[in-house]
């Protein structure tokens, strides 16, 4: 069974950074591919970004692109997602998730099938 932590999560003002953490465990990601999206309140749940567990190949949401970074660690089983320039609306709860197979490049929530708890992440003005 695959199990994914979020952490890394907090409150930042407007304009900081922040790097969410995701440990992936239960089995060989090789033929993974992993995510990120984030839910704000009252909205829906949204892709943010994806990459490939064995080839690092990475995508992005048009409003994330040259804000947010995705990589991975394959030795520590970890997927991080670094933000930067954040901004008030960048305020939601945020998510790793995990599809098998990577080449299917899914982009919406209802095509992963594993998810983690998530982490709160709030961007003051």
């Known amino acids: 069974q695959v199990h994914l932590v979020e952490s890394g999560g907090g409150l930042v003002q407007s304009g900081g950074s922040l790097r969410l953490s995701c440990a992936a465990s239960g089995r060989t990601f090789s033929n993974y591919v992993m995510a990120w999206f984030r839910q704000a309140p009252g909205k829906e749940r949204e892709f943010v970004a994806r990459?490939?567990?064995?080839?690092?190949?990475?995508y992005y949401a048009d409003s994330m692109k040259g804000r947010f970074s995705i990589s991975r660690d394959i030795l520590k089983n970890t997927v991080y997602l670094q933000m930067n320039s954040l901004k008030p609306e960048d305020t939601a709860v945020y998510y790793c998730?995990?599809?098998?197979?990577?080449?299917?490049?899914?982009?919406?929530?209802?095509?992963?099938?594993?998810w983690g708890q998530g982490t709160q992440v709030t961007v003051s003005s």
């Open positions: 998730a995990a599809h098998s197979p990577y080449w299917q490049t899914p982009l919406t929530s209802g095509e992963y099938e594993y």
């Open positions: 990459i490939t567990w064995s080839g690092g190949n990475t």
